[in-house]
């Protein structure tokens, strides 16, 4: 790889070795403020899978079946990420300039109302205008979750604590599955005691459901958020002056801004595999079982890089690792294109995965780092804001491609070597340009954010074993 001028903001400082992932562990969780924030977040992260999973039988349930049935559930997901397109930079700006506790605590007793509104509403349109409402309320609540965390651990813990904040998020999701199955077989005994209950157990989900995010007021009530200046700052300045602040910050920053854009980039990365992942393995010759082998391949992969990876790599520079997984990521997206093959596509999924999911973490942490607290709300709101906007433009876009390519290229062909013989489709022709795409933004990131210019990877990596052995 290229070097570069290093940059001249966010540097890194995790340079030194760290102590054992116990120790630094205990120690993190030691922090009663940012143990209760985590508590928080795991809380309404489960509230907020087990209500996508609520929502979607729910809207599958009113709507009138065939067609309609399909519509209705994919209104859902739309409605789900359509707010954060319009509002996210708004948000960001509240979560700058309101106290972020109250911030918090308003928006989880809101979203409570909202949820348990639904099942006695009991109609279609109303479920849909209150998934609106509470994906507005979410964005402003998780920028003020986010900006608070780098307040209340030390720079050298930040990571871990991302890495644990990013585990709630995501490892939740199995937890709410099992809940919403539970749920569903509880329903029928309860409709004794609770004759407003459906027999499909919908209805009690969506009730847990908006007590998950009760818990969660009632655990941030107990917190006490750190004193901040920004706020007094900025209660002179209009929202507009507020949101042109924040957006100057991504602009004139050359660090943020790679930053940004290659954690777009991860992110897009990974969708477009889930994206095209059904048309992949149906080319391929496998059906719905090995969609669901990809899906959890991905996703075992991600939980490894975020939870394993910056450990494996401590030592290292984050920014490096941070072009470095970017770059690898589009190197694998290359190889699953040429080289499509369930066998070969499984463990290499799981490889893609774990690099996405080590650049997740280590830009989260970097931007924590890097941008100051007066605009570090505004900062985590946009990243979430362009999260959706990337996600609906590659779950549109990427199926529409494929089509393109097969009708452009006159796929699928077929090559044979051996006894091996590979089928080619459109599928595979948008993970090559999106693997191409996933190297120049890494090889991109690594020129704008090296803060070691002139060492190699092998060099730095031989003088981190040095050290730990040393240790």
């Not at 540097?11 to 508590?39: C, E, K, V, W, Y």
């Not at 079946?65 to 359509?82: D, N, P």
């Not at 911030?103 to 099942?119: E, H, N, Q, Y």
């Not at 099992?178 to 989900?205: N, Q, Y």
Request: with cysteine.
């Amino acid at each position: 790889m290229s070097t570069g001028p290093p940059p001249t903001e966010g540097h890194d400082t995790a340079g030194d070795l760290p102590q054992s992932g116990r120790s630094a562990l205990r120690q993190l969780l030691a922090i009663r403020p940012f143990r209760n924030l985590l508590a928080a977040g795991t809380v309404s992260s489960f509230g907020d899978w087990l209500a996508l999973l609520a929502t979607t039988a729910l809207a599958a349930e009113l709507a009138a079946g065939g067609v309609g049935e399909y519509l209705a559930v994919s209104g859902v997901f739309i409605l789900r990420i359509a707010p954060a397109v319009v509002l996210g930079p708004l948000a960001g700006v509240v979560a700058d300039r309101l106290d972020r506790r109250r911030t918090m605590i308003a928006g989880d007793l809101l979203r409570c109302a909202l949820f348990v509104s639904i099942p006695v509403v009991g109609t279609l349109w109303w479920m849909y205008v209150a998934i609106v409402v509470i994906e507005c309320i979410s964005l402003f609540w998780n920028p003020a979750k986010d900006a608070t965390l780098p307040n209340l651990v030390p720079p050298a813990r930040l990571e871990m604590a991302n890495q644990l904040g990013l585990v709630g998020s995501y490892g939740t999701a199995p937890l709410a599955a099992l809940v919403f199955s539970a749920l569903a077989l509880l329903s029928g005994p309860l409709r004794t005691v609770l004759p407003g209950l459906d027999p499909e157990g919908i209805f009690l989900a969506i009730y847990v459901d908006g007590a998950t995010f009760l818990i969660s007021a009632a655990i941030v009530w107990r917190l006490t958020f750190p004193a901040r200046e920004a706020s007094e700052t900025l209660a002179g300045q209009s929202i507009l002056r507020t949101v042109t602040d924040g957006l100057r910050i991504v602009k004139e920053r050359p660090f943020v801004r790679g930053l940004i854009a290659g954690m777009l980039g991860a992110f897009a990365g990974g969708g477009l595999v889930i994206g095209l992942a059904t048309r992949f393995v149906k080319d391929m010759g496998a059906g719905a079982p090995g969609y669901g082998m990809l899906f959890v391949a991905v996703f075992t992969g991600m939980a490894t890089g975020i939870v394993g990876g910056p450990r494996a790599l401590a030592g290292l520079s984050r920014p490096r690792i941070f072009g470095a997984a970017l770059t690898s990521a589009g190197v694998l997206l290359l190889v699953l294109a040429v080289v499509p093959v369930l066998l070969v596509a499984l463990p290499l999924a799981t490889v893609l995965g774990a690099v996405i999911g080590v650049a997740w973490v280590v830009g989260y942490t970097l931007l924590g780092l890097t941008v100051e607290d007066e605009v570090r709300g505004r900062t985590f709101a946009l990243v979430q804001s362009l999260d959706g906007v990337v996600l609906v433009a590659v779950l549109a876009l990427a199926p529409l491609l494929a089509a393109a390519f097969d009708a452009m290229l006159s796929l699928p062909r077929t090559v044979s070597l051996g006894t091996v013989h590979l089928t080619y489709t459109g599928a595979m022709a948008a993970y090559l340009i999106a693997g191409l795409g996933m190297c120049a933004a890494g090889l991109a990131a690594w020129r704008t954010m090296n803060d070691k210019p002139g060492l190699t990877v092998v060099a730095e990596y031989r003088d981190v074993r040095r050290r730990r052995r040393a240790g």
